[in-house]
């Protein structure tokens, strides 16, 4: 069998929606269990929504919520769905907590509504990391991993790279 | 950095096409740089095409072809998008060949070409066991991951199980 | 207001889906009643499956039945979801019935179940022609409108074409 | 043969991507000739891109650009792409230049870049009242034609609907 794994959804790029009324992006619910159907994945997955925020809008209180919300789930190994602006920062605050457990922080940067969407490629990333990785606090985008304390998102790129 | 990674194509549903002029599934050129675009994947990663056949249609020599090509590349660490229907088979046939390499097998129920596809999560899953799994054979399917001679594909459900 | 117009659904391409069990394609229900609400289509749209086979299995008696079906139904303008491949004799069957109907018949290169389908875009030219166009046979495709019985199907280019 | 059909963008929703970099909706190239080989549309149409912004920052000089270049254009039979929030406005202001050409108005409640668009069924819809009515301007949406002064958008429901 598969150990349990959580998934704590905060919002980002990963669940925004056009909303056709307003012509603009906007929260409503999360894709991820539609994801994972589509993905026909047979992980012993719970999903748990705990805010549905663009991640620049991130305050520290949010960030105790994901912290507080890692520490006091049952499972050891955790993916959580955020957005790319401030991932490395909560990775960062994850990582001061030492919690013990396998935390793997994923995003998108393409919505999952939209067609072309990195999310899906993600998804699958993140829970094949956080099932194997032992217990720490992990980036998975662009198709690697990088330390939780080690990673920062390059603004003109897009794309996640190292750092010292 | 990253470790290189090479990425076999064999064809499978992960690769049919539709034919809109004989109306029938049929393969044409391999999807897997497109994909790896869309996901915004930075490994360095080199594809290349060993064959486009459906994998019931595989042959030991089809087989052969697979585990020579594994063998012989500079990379330690391969994915094998594959057919699912004889996946395990060829599976089998890489462990019975003791690379000492880190070799992941996947594939997809629905064809990329198609909206709802799981060839994106697949690959993303099966692009991360590669890069943390130490030598040997696996298949990941369903988001999880099998060592290659305990799995078979259920007939009925479409869904991958570990046998004894 | 608008007038009530009838959908009769014959299957074809427009409505093949992915097997993913068996890896063929197959008919399963119709995806009409999905494709209005993408389109958010107001017009007042009774839809009404009559079979779901591929045209070129249809034979007289089918032909007849498509026929009876326009002729009883209470609507004066319908739309007939055909396969393209014998769609032109099924348009021929229908003008030689006289009905004094307005019938368009419409269908798709590309299985709708399929991202990049022709389908949408042939529903909203068919919906249109069948509002405006007096009582006649016609076949809508490839954006153009052609009497029923002056087309033909180009079977190398795949394309719909006038005939003397 | 078809008429030669021009097709003369304005942007809105149709044409509206997703920034990733900025995380927000922008205008890049118009899909259009996309759109239409995506349909396989075999009519004479020519595109030409006149401005590319949400309609809601449509001034007068902007209506006169999309009046005069319906004018001079050699066609005769014309479909204008348009964000759907003042399209009834571009529409008074072409009955008013009483032009004596057939001008089709539509446009698109999600954006064609996003996976579930009624673009290409408003398109489909378009190009064809443009191919049959006479003379005149109209607006095409929800797969209804209205004619171009007794038309309005909904703003609570998002819908067209015919006024006085």
Redesign the interface.
């Known amino acids: 069998m598969?150990e349990p794994i959580r998934v704590f959804v905060t919002g980002g790029?990963f669940d925004k929606e056009?909303d056709?009324?307003k012509?603009?992006?906007y929260f409503k619910d999360t894709h991820l269990p539609e994801?994972?159907r589509?993905?026909?994945?047979?992980?012993d997955?719970s999903v748990r929504t705990l805010m549905m925020i663009?991640s620049?809008e991130m305050t520290d209180a949010d960030r105790r919520i994901v912290v507080d919300s890692c520490r006091s789930c049952r499972e050891a190994r955790i993916v959580v769905t955020h957005g790319t602006?401030t991932m490395a920062e909560t990775a960062r605050a994850l990582v001061a907590a030492g919690l013990g457990k396998t935390v793997v922080l994923t995003g998108a940067?393409?919505?999952w509504?939209?067609?072309?969407?990195?999310g899906?490629?993600?998804?699958?990333?993140?829970?094949?990391?956080a099932?194997?990785?032992p217990a720490g606090v992990y980036v998975?985008m662009?198709?690697?991993?990088f330390a939780g304390d080690q990673v920062r998102k390059n603004?003109?790129s897009?794309?996640?790279e190292e750092v010292g």
Chains 1, 2, 3, 4 share one sequence.
């Open positions: 598969t790029t056009y056709e009324l012509g603009r992006l994801m994972l589509l993905a026909r994945c047979r992980l997955v663009d620049l602006d940067m393409i919505p509504a939209f067609g072309s969407s990195d899906l490629f993600n998804l699958g990333s993140a829970l094949s990391f099932q194997v990785l998975a662009n198709g690697r991993v603004r003109e897009g794309i996640f």
